[in-house]
């Protein structure tokens, strides 16, 4: 039986870097709808919202080549289980083990669920404190997000950064047993945007740093990097 065609809604700047990341790693085929952020670095909502009534990217079509009916994926986490459970037919980021194939399903919540919330926090005070407002609102702006950042997020983020040090470290500088697996390519995308907000230095996680130096000298980093550079994106 024929694959279905997989389209893929992409945003600029965005997790759906990390989707084509994990096809290119599988070697399928897919096609790249794009969409390009707005000046205040929203989504095109309405026009994302055509394919589904949330309008966040990722989201993927799969099309069925015969009927030509249509399913609709939404959902960071989802979209990778789905695809690694019905298109990674070699398996390629297979885990035999059934622990350790667990242990991949358990990643494929946690990074949306528990190690994304307190960065998209971080993201948007960082926002803020940067917007044009001005004197002294923006000092209030500041201390509200000083505030919660101190008693909040920024120690919520070291914390899950020292957990995934240690975990990384404990299984040979990957997530889990040892082998790349569909978890590291979805963890990648927020690991690399903790160094790049500044919310931790390279050199007090090397094993998160080396990690994140191996992923991206993969020849499916660097294929999935010249799609998104092609449309004017860093990823
Ligand atoms: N939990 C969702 C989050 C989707 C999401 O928020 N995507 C962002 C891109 S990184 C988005 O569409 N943002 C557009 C906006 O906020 O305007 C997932 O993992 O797919």
Same mark, same amino acid.
């Given at each position: 039986?024929?694959?279905?065609?997989?389209?893929?809604?992409?945003?600029?700047?965005?997790?759906?870097?990390?989707?084509?990341?994990?096809?290119?790693?599988?070697?399928?085929?897919?096609?790249?709808?794009?969409?390009?952020?707005?000046?205040?670095?929203?989504?095109?909502?309405?026009?994302?919202?055509?394919?589904?009534?949330?309008?966040?990217?990722?989201?993927?079509?799969?099309?069925?080549?015969?009927?030509?009916?249509?399913?609709?994926?939404?959902?960071?986490?989802?979209?990778?289980?789905?695809?690694?459970?019905?298109?990674?037919?070699?398996?390629?980021?297979?885990?035999?083990?059934?622990?350790?194939?667990?242990?991949?399903?358990?990643?494929?919540?946690?990074?949306?669920?528990?190690?994304?919330?307190?960065?998209?926090?971080?993201?948007?005070?960082?926002?803020?404190?940067?917007?044009?407002?001005?004197?002294?609102?923006?000092?209030? +702006?500041?201390?509200?997000?000083?505030?919660?950042?101190?008693?909040?997020?920024?120690?919520?983020?070291?914390?899950?950064?020292?957990?995934?040090?240690?975990?990384?470290?404990?299984?040979?500088?990957?997530?889990?047993?040892?082998?790349?697996?569909?978890?590291?390519?979805?963890?990648?995308?927020?690991?690399?945007?903790?160094?790049?907000?500044?919310?931790?230095?390279?050199?007090?996680?090397?094993?998160?740093?080396?990690?994140?130096?191996?992923?991206?000298?993969?020849?499916?980093?660097?294929?999935?990097?010249?799609? +998104?550079?092609?449309?004017?994106?860093?990823?």
């Amino acid at each position: 039986m024929s694959l279905p065609l997989i389209r893929v809604h992409w945003l600029n700047e965005s997790r759906a870097f990390r989707v084509l990341f994990l096809l290119e790693q599988l070697k399928l085929d897919y096609e790249i709808v794009s969409y390009r952020r707005d000046e205040n670095f929203r989504a095109p909502e309405e026009e994302l919202k055509k394919i589904h009534p949330l309008g966040r990217a990722p989201m993927i079509e799969l099309e069925d080549r015969t009927t030509g009916e249509k399913k609709v994926l939404v959902e960071s986490g989802y979209i990778f289980q789905y695809i690694l459970s019905h298109f990674d037919t070699d398996g390629i980021l297979k885990n035999n083990d059934p622990e350790m194939a667990e242990k991949i399903q358990y990643y494929l919540h946690y990074v949306e669920g528990s190690l994304q919330p307190p960065l998209m926090m971080e993201l948007i005070f960082s926002m803020a404190r940067k917007a044009p407002i001005p004197f002294p609102i923006s000092y209030v +702006v500041s201390m509200v997000t000083g505030k919660i950042s101190s008693e909040f997020s920024a120690g919520e983020v070291k914390n899950q950064i020292d957990y995934l040090e240690s975990e990384i470290g404990k299984n040979q500088g990957f997530l889990v047993g040892g082998k790349l697996s569909g978890a590291d390519i979805l963890i990648s995308y927020p690991l690399m945007y903790v160094f790049d907000l500044g919310l931790a230095h390279k050199e007090d996680y090397p094993n998160i740093s080396k990690f994140l130096e191996d992923l991206s000298t993969l020849d499916s980093y660097a294929s999935a990097k010249r799609k +998104v550079n092609a449309l004017g994106s860093d990823y």
